[in-house]
């Protein structure tokens, strides 16, 4: 065989090896669309999408190390085994904080090698049939957050007074819209799919709980969001966008909500007037009962959080016409009178209101957060390590998994009789 022929050879099978690859990330979804929304409902290929899911913002940073790669894959692994099928995670780290993990090393600049730890997490993610969600920043300082931006702003010779300029400074939005163009259109290294035209990705988070205390009319933050939503829509035609919001209501909200605010108060946010955003395609919601009423007893905790739930539920379904995933909840061993019966009574009050309101509103619950065997340094009290799921839990998490894709398969068929029989299709 002559030299130029064994290279044609060798590309080919490279060729191969690389298609290979690419079907093999590709087969786990459920469907390869795009999830979207119908009125109150989230929608894959023209039935309802109900699921369950983690938070493990760790994703990324584990993966930027590929020694540490098999952590990502064993949790994608169990949370599929459990059948949860939403993963929220960071696909921000801005700036030298500390660690080794910075995407944004610099406005603009990245660390490939960190990006392409994201471009394996959003591979593993389809091949085990996980849809991601992806936030695009952080309100807190962890991971550089709005800090970082302001401190980039003044770099440039910006006058900033505090870190709530994020939300108002034109070279701060400068520098987010920039890094929100290179992560959505950045193209995967491993399976050669931008990430706006994979449907592992289940949405875009513009900002993991933001809060702008610094304008408690909630004026800076709602502009904000407008203009980042806009920009985000005009970059990715494909997924869906929420905003990350906690929940906590603006000074519009009657007094009847407001008095749910219990940590929220005056923070700049305001779940309805945010949402109602027309780029928004769906509501968030963050439950903590625990560490919001640290001094309460369980049995307080839990009734203001299903009072918390059932308002947002109806706010979503009356007000909004919008879906409501509950982004993140869980339960801390750090805080007094915790027990895994208690932990266990969250998770059974939060997929219960979820369950019940599938189909006028919930689409699905995201516990904080999920982590893996091996990964001490992560804990914060709230962690559930998933190889090592109490049992309690496990049948909590794998029974509501199970009814809500029961769901999702009655729902489908209910559509599909009524529309055979001509009678009206459900929205």
């Known amino acids: 065989m002559t030299r130029k022929k064994k290279q044609v050879a060798v590309a080919l099978v490279i060729a191969v090896m690389v298609v290979s690859l690419q079907r093999r990330v590709f087969d786990g979804l459920r469907g390869r669309g795009f999830v979207q929304v119908r009125g109150l409902q989230l929608m894959l290929n023209g039935e309802p999408f109900f699921a369950h899911g983690f938070n493990a913002y760790w994703l ?12 990502v894959s064993a949790a994608f692994r169990r949370g599929s085994a459990l059948g949860l099928a939403i993963a929220r995670i960071w ?7 500390g660690n080794s993990s910075a995407l944004q090393i610099s406005p603009g600049v990245y660390d490939e090698r960190v990006f392409q730890g994201l471009d394996f997490v959003v591979a593993e993610a389809r091949r085990y049939g996980i849809r991601l969600i992806l936030s695009l920043a952080n309100n807190y300082d962890s991971f550089g957050g709005k800090a970082q931006y302001v401190s980039w702003a003044r770099s440039g010779g910006r006058d900033l007074p505090d870190d709530d300029a994020f939300f108002i ?4 939005r400068l520098f987010y819209k920039n890094n929100a163009k290179a992560v959505i259109t950045r193209v995967n290294k491993l399976t050669g799919v931008a990430y706006r035209d994979d449907p592992a990705i289940l949405a875009w988070e513009l900002m993991n709980e933001p809060r702008c205390p610094s304008d408690p009319s909630g004026a800076s933050l709602q502009s904000w969001i407008v203009e980042m939503a806009a920009h985000v829509k005009a970059l990715d035609g494909n997924h869906l966008l929420e905003a990350g919001l906690e929940g906590f209501y603006g000074p519009t909200a009657p007094p009847e909500r407001r008095q749910l605010d219990v940590a929220g108060g005056g923070l700049g946010a305001d779940f309805i007037a945010n949402n109602r955003i027309q780029d928004i395609d769906f509501a968030t919601v963050h439950a903590y009962p625990d560490l919001w009423l640290p001094e309460r007893e ?3 905790k839990r009734e203001f959080l299903e009072r918390w739930l059932d308002a947002h539920l109806e706010d979503a379904r009356e007000k909004l016409r919008k879906p409501l995933l509950v982004a993140e909840f869980g339960g801390s061993s750090r805080q007094r009178g915790f027990s895994m019966a208690e932990r266990d009574a969250i998770f059974g009050a939060v997929f219960s209101r979820v369950y019940w309101s599938a189909g006028v ?8 957060q999920a982590l893996v065997a091996g990964m001490e340094s992560y804990g914060d009290g709230y962690e559930l390590v998933l190889e090592e799921l109490p049992s309690t839990t496990s049948f909590l998490i794998e029974n509501n998994c199970r009814k809500l894709t029961h769901l999702s398969k009655r729902v489908a ?8 029989s001509g009678q009206p299709q459900l929205d």
């Open 60 to 71: 990324m940073a584990v993966a930027a190390e590929p020694s540490q790669r098999p952590k």
């Open 91 to 97: 696909a921000f780290s801005d700036g030298s904080h």
């Open 169 to 172: 400074d034109p070279l701060a």
């Open 298 to 300: 369980p049995a307080e």
């Open 361 to 368: 509103g919930a689409v699905g619950a995201v516990f904080w």
């Open 413 to 420: 068929s209910l559509r599909l009789a009524r529309g055979s």
